[in-house]
């Protein structure tokens, strides 16, 4: 009964090409998140979606794409992949995404690109 | 633009409270404590968090200074599973998101 989970693990690919990483959360819960952890550990937001519709989008190249078929799903698409994109993402959710209820991160997806 | 200041790393012996503390000087009335921590190679989990009143839950306290411009996080008998980056994270109400810092890295020994 995971609450947050991740689907693929690990992603290893070549640069240029083009991924996609997928999140479900079973917690009824109305608002998702990604977050991107680098090599150095530094946890940054990227996009944050409440019912569906995106919320936060901080400063991430366009290669980048979220897609929300439903509040259940919040899937990261990315184009063109480089070097630099190698990291940890982690999908989260919380409630309503008002101050002062918590998030519930998933497990992460590590994409390498060689 | 860092609003918390914690301390690199702590140690601590298994069995004993771990108190690892967190400067946030600058926080907002409208700006809630939370604590994460990050095991290895697992996603942020929860700890705590507060407005004003010290808090207590399953898995730890938390303890805000009345001027509201630090607080502690207390493990009361720490375990080596523990073993985890601690972040202490200051959050505004609305829609917002959690801004993690660089933590504190929790080392629990035998």
């Known amino acids: 009964d995971t609450a947050v989970s991740q689907t693929p693990k690990y992603l290893v690919t070549q640069m240029g090409n083009d991924k996609s990483i997928k999140c479900e959360q079973n917690?009824?819960?109305?608002?998702m998140y990604w977050y991107k952890q680098d090599s150095k550990k530094f946890l940054k937001i990227m996009f944050s979606?409440?019912?569906?519709?995106?919320?936060i989008n901080e400063t991430v190249p366009n290669r980048f794409s979220p897609k929300s078929p439903d509040k259940a799903h919040l899937n990261l698409h990315i184009n063109s992949l480089e070097l630099g994109d190698s990291a940890v993402y982690f999908c989260?959710?919380?409630?309503?995404?008002?101050?002062?209820?918590?998030?519930?991160f998933g497990p992460g997806t590590r994409l390498l690109v060689l | 633009d860092a609003k918390t200041t914690q301390p690199p790393s702590m140690d601590c012996a298994e069995g004993r409270a771990a108190n690892l503390p967190c400067n946030h000087s600058?926080?907002?009335?409208?700006?809630?404590v939370y604590w994460y921590r990050q095991i290895h190679s697992q996603g942020p989990q929860y700890i705590i968090h507060?407005?004003?009143n010290n808090e207590t839950n399953e898995m730890a306290s938390l303890i805000i200074t009345e001027d509201r411009k630090s607080s502690t996080l207390i493990l009361p008998h720490a375990t080596l599973r523990d073993t985890a980056v601690y972040y202490c994270?200051?959050?505004?109400?609305?829609?917002?998101?959690?801004?993690f810092g660089k933590g504190t890295m929790l080392l629990v020994s035998p």
């Open positions: 989260a959710s919380s409630q309503d995404g008002r101050g002062g209820e918590t998030q519930y």
């Open positions: 917690l009824g819960h109305d608002t």
């Open positions: 979606y409440n019912n569906k519709e995106l919320i």
């Open positions: 600058t926080i907002s009335g409208n700006e809630y």
């Open positions: 507060g407005l004003k």
């Open positions: 994270i200051v959050r505004v109400t609305g829609y917002s998101t959690l801004t």
